[in-house]
Nanobody
Framework: LQLEESGGGLVQPGGSLRLSCVAS?????????????IGWFRQAPGKEREGVSC????????YYADSVKGRFTISRNNAEKTVYLQMNSLKPEDTAVYYC??????????????????????WGKGTLVNVSS
């Protein structure tokens, strides 16, 4: 499974961005994208990577970090092999490199997101989000 992020950039505080994560590389012998939980993670300078939002394989259970609840929305379109993160009311503290991660859906979406160092097997290269005036 290969993941590629896009949509990052420079935005003023209070603005919005939509990140996209496109999945590729799955063959008929592999799990399908429907078997994977997909999430968004971010790493700010000098900080550890943290789980921002994750969605289970059936898209019926989601997790959001407290810092983004009410502002960010995750969604997925398995037919298009794409996962989105709509980010509204952006704050300077949202500035970070945002990564898309994927892992087999075998536990709660909260554990998948918060224990990402052991639950997420596939990562994109990241896209930079810079919230600044």
């Amino acid at each position: 499974l290969q993941l590629e992020e896009s949509g990052g950039g420079l935005v003023q505080p209070g603005g919005s961005l939509r990140l996209s994560c496109v999945a590729s590389g799955l063959t008929a012998d592999d799990y399908s994208l429907d078997d994977y939980a997909i999430g968004w993670f971010r790493q700010a300078p000098g900080k550890e990577r943290e789980g921002v939002s994750c969605l289970n394989s059936r898209a019926d259970s989601s997790y959001y970090a407290d810092s983004v609840k009410g502002r960010f929305t995750i969604s997925r379109n398995n037919a298009e092999k794409t996962v989105y993160l709509q980010m509204n009311s952006l704050k300077p503290e949202d500035t970070a490199v945002y990564y898309c991660g994927g892992g087999i859906d075998y536990t709660s979406v909260q554990r998948l997101c918060t224990m990402h160092t052991i639950t997420m097997d596939y990562w994109g290269k990241g896209t930079l989000v810079n919230v600044s005036s």
